[in-house]
Every structure is written in C-alpha cells, then in structure tokens.
T-cell receptor, first 112, second 113 residues
Framework: GNSVTQMEGPVTLSEEAFLTINCTYTATGYPSLFWYVQYPGEGLQLLLKATKADDKGSNKGFEATYRKETTSFHLEKGSVQVSDSAVYFCALKKGGSEKLVFGKGTKLTVNP | DVKVTQSSRYLVKRTGEKVFLECVQDMDHENMFWYRQDPGLGLRLIYFSYDVKMKEKGDIPEGYSVSREKKERFSLILESASTNQTSMYLC????????????FGEGSRLTVL
C-alpha cells in the first residue's frame, strides 16, 4: 500500500541553523508529494508541493525536491527562525484519488 | 480565504455517550474529510465524502459514522464513545481539482472519560 515515512522527532535547533527533515515514500506510479505544517494550536496548512519527478516545491524559504530514484521528498531550510517551530507532515496523493496519506509528523523547535 | 470551522475546540464526554462533531466549510468544496491525530501515529483518515450523501471509509472507520446532508457541512458521529476515541479530530476540505491541497479546521480535542 501507499505509505510515508518521515524522520522521528523531535528536532531542536538554534535560530539560523540549517534544517533537514527526511521523508521517503512507498507508492505505485507517480504520486504527488506535499509538506504540511501545523503551528501550535492551529490546523494543518499546505507548505509546499511537487507533482512530478525532479519538481522542486518552495515556500517561505523551505524547499523540497521530488526524487523518484530515491523515493524521497526531504524538507530543507537554510536558516530557521523561532517562528518555524511547528509540526511538519509529509504526505502523498495517488493519481485518481482525492485522499492524502500522511506521515507521522516531525516536531521542530527552534530556540533563540 | 477558505474557512473550515469545527464547532467545538474542546469536548469532554462520558463512555457510552453519543457524540457529534460538526464541520462547516465556506468555499463550496466537493471533498470533505475527517482525520484523527494522535501522538506518534500522525493523521489517520476516518471517513471521506466527495459529494452530498456520498461517503467512503478511510483507514480507521470502526466506531464512527458520518453524515453529509448539505455540501458545506460534514458531521462525524461517535455512536457510543469509548476511552480509546480520546483524540484530536481534524476536519478538512478540498476542491476536486485542487491536486491535493486540503484546508483544515483548527481541530476538536475530544476527551472520553
């Protein structure tokens, strides 16, 4: 079946540090891939997405590249801020389905 | 802006009670979803609806039912609440053409005693 595996958290960084959150997926065909973010006390919101191999999604300084050869979609940011503290979810969507499959989430805390 | 509103942020219920969680979206989205969020387990899909009166089971439908009588409203029903249904419940909606962009409500934290 379709599944998403993301790195276990929590992740704690200092402000301006480099961030990587690993995400790999298992799916047949060519799914679309997503990163969602959940800030404290809020619902999830879309951070970025990529719909085909080698696409790069980007938003708010975050980037992720759809790597079909390694079935990965790792999230990166060059310099994190305290305001980036949140839970990050990797997700996939198979073509022809409206449903998303989410990873377990990675909690990021950025200290000043 | 799309708004997805969940009727209650916090509920406390007793074992065996019937519980209704309500969700309303204001952007005429065809799809609506109920997820459950638990620490260490992430989000798990309970039910999905792609049109009025249409529903599809997700990964963990046992103990839950849903109702979609109007396009903007999607209700999650716990017929007889149990302690293992203590959780955060998230409602979401999307357009069929949205290529996977879901809009989420703020969540309803349910505690069953």
């Amino acid at each position: 079946g379709n599944s998403v595996t993301q790195m276990e958290g929590p992740v704690t960084l200092s402000e301006e540090a480099f961030l990587t959150i690993n995400c790999t997926y298992t799916a047949t065909g060519y799914p679309s891939l997503f990163w969602y973010v959940q800030y404290p006390g809020e619902g999830l919101q879309l951070l970025l997405k990529a719909t085909k191999a080698d696409d790069k999604g980007s938003n708010k300084g975050f980037e992720a590249t759809y790597r079909k050869e390694t079935t990965s979609f790792h999230l990166e940011k060059g310099s994190v801020q305290v305001s980036d503290s949140a839970v990050y979810f990797c997700a996939l969507k198979k073509g022809g389905s409206e449903k998303l499959v989410f990873g377990k989430g990675t909690k990021l805390t950025v200290n000043p | 802006d799309v708004k997805v509103t969940q009727s209650s942020r916090y509920l406390v219920k007793r074992t065996g009670e019937k519980v209704f969680l309500e969700c309303v979206q204001d952007m005429d989205h065809e799809n609506m979803f109920w997820y459950r969020q638990d620490p260490g387990l992430g989000l798990r899909l309970i039910y999905f609806s792609y049109d009025v009166k249409m529903k599809e089971k997700g990964d963990i439908p046992e103990g839950y039912s849903v109702s979609r009588e109007k396009k903007e409203r999607f209700s999650l029903i716990l017929e007889s609440a149990s302690t293992n249904q203590t959780s955060m419940y998230l409602c979401a909606s999307s357009l069929i053409s949205s290529a996977g962009e879901l809009f989420f409500g703020e969540g309803s934290r349910l505690t069953v005693l």
